[in-house]
């Protein structure tokens, strides 16, 4: 560290008389040369420290990071397991009072999907896959389908609303509800991206044989509004939903976008484990 009082004492101010003597003005760079060299070396020392430190924290943090990473990773599988035990412990894994069930009630494979009507994604799988996997699994009875809303907006609300009521209402509610979830997914593109997509679907209501009248007092039902946001709640809270779609085949979750090839795979894992 440098001495400022040891310094103070070569810096002292000289007069005009005393700076022309040459001894004086020898004394005087003596010492300006001696404060240069003094702080000079302390500026050395100080890096040397801090390159010094810097070096073993740098040391000591690599020897940290295996470590570390082994215990995040110890975590990770921790939490993943307990969610595994969480989900399969749910009820909602299992069919529900309020399910419509597509297919034979006693098929091997129950496949439950978390979709949200304005949820592009979900209206691809949809349009792509669903009449393939009708014809190859459901309708041959080895899997059995539950439809559940999962709405991520107040338009996905609005027509799973729909979809409810036209189901209700009817004495073939099964098959008017799938009916209604299938138009509501072919017109997406016409209604879930628009500002007035409460009349856009009350149009399409309309076409599938639901009065003006009957659709407004369905979308405006509080009951019914409180129920499927309950359920969406229940689902986010006791299966860690996050994304849309979900789909759970004898429990097993495959979230987010899924082609026919992928669905089929889990389908076949899970029918396989059904006939050991």
Not at 129 to 144: D, H, T
Not at 148 to 155: H, V
């Amino acid at each position: 560290m440098i001495d400022l009082i040891e310094c103070e004492k070569y810096l002292k101010p000289v007069s005009l008389t005393s700076i022309q003597n040459p001894k004086v003005m020898k004394k005087i760079t003596i010492a300006i040369l001696a404060v240069l060299l003094i702080g000079f070396a302390a500026l050395v020392v100080h890096n040397y420290k801090t390159k010094t430190s810097f070096k073993y924290a740098s040391q000591s943090a690599e020897e940290l990071k295996p470590e570390q990473n082994a215990q995040d990773a110890v975590n990770a599988a921790v939490n993943k397991n307990a969610l595994v035990e969480q989900r399969k412990n749910s009820d909602l894994i299992k069919i529900l009072p309020s399910d419509f069930v597509l297919g034979d009630k006693n098929a091997p494979v129950l496949l439950i999907e978390y979709a949200s009507l304005s949820c592009p994604h979900c209206a691809s799988f949809h349009r792509e896959s669903f009449e393939r996997l009708k014809e190859e699994y459901i309708e041959n009875g080895k899997v059995k389908f539950v439809f559940r809303s999962f709405p991520l907006n107040q338009q996905a609300l609005v027509s799973a609303m729909f979809a409810r009521c036209q189901a209700d209402d009817n004495a073939d509610a099964k098959d008017k509800y799938f009916s209604a979830v299938k138009v509501i997914f072919k017109t997406q593109d016409s209604w879930a991206f628009d500002e007035k997509y409460a009349e856009k679907l009350e149009a399409i209501a309309k076409l599938d044989g639901m009065s003006s009248d009957r659709f407004q007092r369905c979308i405006n039902d509080k009951s019914l509004q409180d129920k499927m946001l309950s359920a969406r709640m229940e689902a986010a809270n006791s299966l860690q939903l996050r994304s849309a779609p979900s789909f759970f085949a004898n429990g097993e979750i495959s979230e987010g976008y899924v082609d026919y090839q992928t669905i089929k795979k889990l389908i076949e894992k899970k029918l396989s484990e059904a006939q050991r």
